[in-house]
């Protein structure tokens, strides 16, 4: 699976896995649906209106307006649900520039751009083009380094994927622990992200499945600056049970 590091504001690196051209295309057909269902809803109320053979100015911008909301409907959600669409958002992936901040609205109007979206204005005859756009974009995805689509390499955007491989039991989500149960060791992990406690959780699960010398370094590199940043001169000799202490700290003092 390819990955992408960004660094965290704690100037520690994130590891994200990158979205697959799958990934996308599933995405991307969840979103066509939710296309499909918006324009059924505009025939059951306006019918036969729709599907006049000759259109003069006034039946072109009325079609127009209908058209807008798909228009847009790409630019707007990743502008507004920071990177994701409702596809998207189904499938756990999500939109970010390079450097794994949520896109401004230069780099999402850029994707808007060269996706092709704004073609759906034109008659219908030019949707061909839109249609090669796309398989043409999910074609440069398996070529490229990072996964991006022409779009993307065009916008400096990237596509990660959210959610996480491992399965959780009832048994893990009734182990949760709260202040009534934990007592706080290092309250100073408050000043952390969720993106770095996500990384000490896959640092973790990784000495635990596979404990190989590149990974024992990068858990002991991460042990001694975790311990660092919350002021701590020197950490136990246990540095797993230090990462899982200052783990389960960070998710009593702020969930």
Not at 167 to 182: F, P
């Amino acid at each position: 699976m390819a990955t992408i590091n960004f660094e965290s504001s704690q100037y520690v690196d994130v590891e994200f896995t990158l979205a697959n051209t799958g990934q996308r295309l599933l995405a991307s057909f969840i979103d066509m649906v939710v296309f499909i269902i918006y324009f059924i809803i505009i025939f059951a109320f306006l019918g036969d209106q729709l599907l006049l053979h000759q259109f003069n100015y006034a039946d072109f911008f009325y079609l127009l307006l209908i058209k807008l909301p798909w228009i847009l409907y790409n630019p707007i959600c990743e502008y507004f649900m920071n990177g994701q669409t409702i596809g998207k958002y189904m499938v756990g992936i999500r939109i970010v520039t390079l450097n794994g901040e949520r896109p401004t609205l230069k780099e999402v109007f850029t994707r808007w751009i060269f996706k092709g979206d704004f073609i759906w204005i034109s008659p219908d005859i030019l949707m061909y083009l839109w249609f090669a756009m796309g398989i043409m974009g999910a074609g440069v995805i398996s070529l490229t380094k990072h996964n991006q689509r022409l779009a993307d390499i065009l916008a400096g955007t990237i596509c990660i994927k959210l959610k996480g491989n491992d399965v959780y039991r009832l048994s893990d989500v009734l182990a949760i622990k709260d202040l009534s149960t934990h007592e706080v060791k290092y309250p100073q992990v408050t000043r952390f992200t969720d993106e770095d406690m996500m990384m000490i959780k896959n640092t973790i699960i990784r000495l635990r499945q596979n404990p190989n010398p590149e990974t024992i370094k990068f858990g002991r590199e991460l042990c001694d600056e975790t311990a660092r940043l919350i002021g701590i001169e020197e950490v136990q000799k246990n540095r797993l049970a230090f990462l899982e202490t200052v783990l389960q700290d960070y998710v009593v003092l702020t969930r």
